[in-house]
């Protein structure tokens, strides 16, 4: 299983998520998002109905409808109700289970890079994971550090 590590320093999480889930879709996987507080969970789904005008992401935020037809769901615990294989972990706190889908993405900015460091720390040398840390350049653009 891969772990990517992005570290947000130039692009909000508003801005990358969304390229992301936009590519987890276009490869026909589904895709899990995770937050803890209701109120990131409310923005996210604003956020996926049009982050561009000509745009549009299928979600739905999990128990509001059919869990289970959703390509993206957006959740408050680590529990693919969609049958996804990819997670998105966006508060900035790492959570094992998260280890049980095919992909992990970890966002995470200045405020939880400690946890970020130490979740880094706890996975080296898990057999089958694979981790990758993403960082911004000064100009946004993402480029592999580890």
């Known amino acids: ?8 320093t130039v692009t909000p999480l508003d801005r990358a998520l969304p390229q992301i889930a936009e590519k987890v879709v276009a490869s ?11 109120a990131q969970r409310v923005a996210l ?20 409808g059919d869990d289970s037809a959703q390509p993206i769901l957006i959740a408050g615990e680590v529990a693919a109700a ?30 939880s890079i400690d946890a970020a460091r130490a979740a880094w720390r706890t996975l080296q040398g898990r057999e089958g994971v694979e981790r990758r840390y993403w960082k ?11």
């Open 1 to 8: 299983m891969q772990v990517d590590f992005y570290h947000l």
């Open 28 to 38: 026909g996987n589904r895709l899990l998002i995770v937050a803890a507080g209701e």
């Open 45 to 64: 789904d604003r956020l996926l109905w049009g982050y561009t005008p000509d745009s549009f992401l299928p979600h739905a935020q999990a128990g509001t």
């Open 82 to 111: 969609n049958g996804a294989q990819h997670v998105a972990l966006v508060d900035g706190a790492w959570r094992d289970e998260a280890l049980e889908f095919e992909r992990a993405f970890h966002f995470f900015d200045e405020e």
């Open 136 to 146: 911004q350049n000064d100009v946004g653009r993402w480029e592999k550090v580890a």
